[in-house]
């Protein structure tokens, strides 16, 4: 099995709330039911739109990805990392995400 590369350049990228975005990429998210859209967290990254509730929060299996709290499988070999940042004092900054990606 080939090492996992994880790229980031550890950029905080601001979380966006449904009525943010643009019709298009609300168009995306034809599974939002009609008067949840609230309730759904998205951010931008390399020209798409990601819905933080699309990521899986249980550990991964491979040791690496631990230090991030979620994925999203892309492909078989690749996908998408967020973490929360931690502010100086210590606590989660819940208004932004840092987001890096990994591939085999």
Same mark, same amino acid.
């Given at each position: ?15 966006? !709330? !449904? ?10 998210? /034809?599974?939002?039911? /009609? ?5 759904? $967290?998205?951010?931008?990254?390399? &020209? ?10 249980? =550990? =991964?299996?491979?040791? /690496? ?19 929360? =940042? $931690?502010?100086?004092?210590?606590? $989660? /900054?819940?208004? !932004?995400?840092?987001? &890096?990606?990994?591939?085999?």
């Amino acid at each position: 099995m080939s090492e996992l590369k994880i790229i980031t350049n550890n950029q905080r990228r601001e979380l966006l !709330y !449904y009525w943010e975005l643009h019709q298009k990429e609300k168009d995306e998210f /034809d599974w939002i039911e /009609d008067g949840t859209e609230e309730s759904y $967290i998205f951010f931008r990254y390399r &020209g798409n739109i990601y819905c933080l509730d699309e990521f899986m929060y249980s =550990p =991964p299996a491979q040791k /690496d990805l631990h230090s991030w709290n979620g994925y999203l499988s892309e492909s078989y070999f690749s996908g998408v990392l967020v973490r929360w =940042p $931690i502010e100086d004092w210590g606590q $989660i /900054d819940t208004d !932004y995400v840092i987001v &890096g990606r990994y591939y085999q």
